[in-house]
Each structure stands twice: as structure tokens, then as C-alpha cells.
């Protein structure tokens, strides 16, 4: 049987997952969600549960309203490293949540590398 393109993505996601939990040691983690209109990163500190940075591509002071491309993403990229350096925060796991590294993910983490994340 083969599988749909929404197991494939639930499997990449699970694996993914399970190899930060077995690597994490403190860091936070650099959550990327991609819609077909919007990219959304978080800084989750999974210890405490709780969400320490965000940026999204729906922010009006980003100017990227509505667009959904790498340029887009690329500036979502750069407000989480400078919003993670107003938090103190330097190091991180990237979690690509079962989307695949290339086009708008590779995008905003070499963004994010550049403003200073380190992952």
C-alpha cells in the first residue's frame, strides 16, 4: 500500500522529532511551520513549555503580509535571530517539523544563521 503524502510528511515529522529529544541538552528548539500562504518560526523551550521568541510572515512591520516566497521567509529568518538575541538566546536544535530542507526552509535557516543562531 502506498503511502499518502500526508503520512510521508507525519513520518518525516516524528523522526525528526525524536532526534532532537535524543540530542537535546537545554538547547531551544527553532520551530518552522509552513503554510501555503505563511511561514511561521517559534523558539520553544521544551523543559518549561513555553514559547520564547516568535516571527511570522503575518507581521505588518516585517511588510510581508500575504506573500508566501523565499524573500518572505528569508525576513522571518532574520527577525527570529535578532528577536533570539534580545532573549539572550545564541544556540539552538532546527526543527524542520517534517518539511523539507530546500526552497523557503533553507531560506529562513540561513537567515537565521546569518542574524546569529547558531544550529
Known amino acids: 500500500m502506498a503511502n499518502s503524502k500526508r503520512d510521508l510528511f507525519l513520518k518525516r515529522r ?5 532526534k532532537l529529544k535524543k540530542m537535546a541538552d537545554g538547547r531551544p528548539r527553532l520551530s ?12 520553544i523551550d521544551d523543559v518549561q513549555g513555553r514559547t520564547l521568541a516568535a516571527a511570522s510572515s503575518l507581521e505588518k512591520d516585517l511588510g510581508i503580509v500575504g506573500k508566501n516566497n ?6 522571518v529568518g532574520a ?3 535578532e528577536r533570539a538575541k534580545k ?14 530542507f ?18
Not at 516524528?14 to 525524536?18: A, P
Not at 530546500?102 to 544550529?119: I, P, Q, S, T
Request: hydrophobic share 45%; proline share 0%.
Open 14 to 18: 516524528l523522526r525528526v522529532r525524536n
Open 102 to 119: 530546500h526552497g523557503k526552509v533553507k531560506a529562513l535557516a540561513d537567515a537565521a544563521r546569518e542574524g546569529g543562531l547558531k544550529f
Open 32 to 43: 518552522v511551520h509552513r503554510s501555503g500562504k505563511n511561514i511561521s518560526v517559534q523558539l
Open 70 to 75: 523565499v524573500e518572505a521567509s528569508a525576513k
Open 79 to 81: 527577525a527570529i535571530a
Open 87 to 100: 532573549a539572550g538566546i545564541e544556540e539552538c536544535y532546527f526543527d524542520r517539523g517534517g518539511f523539507l
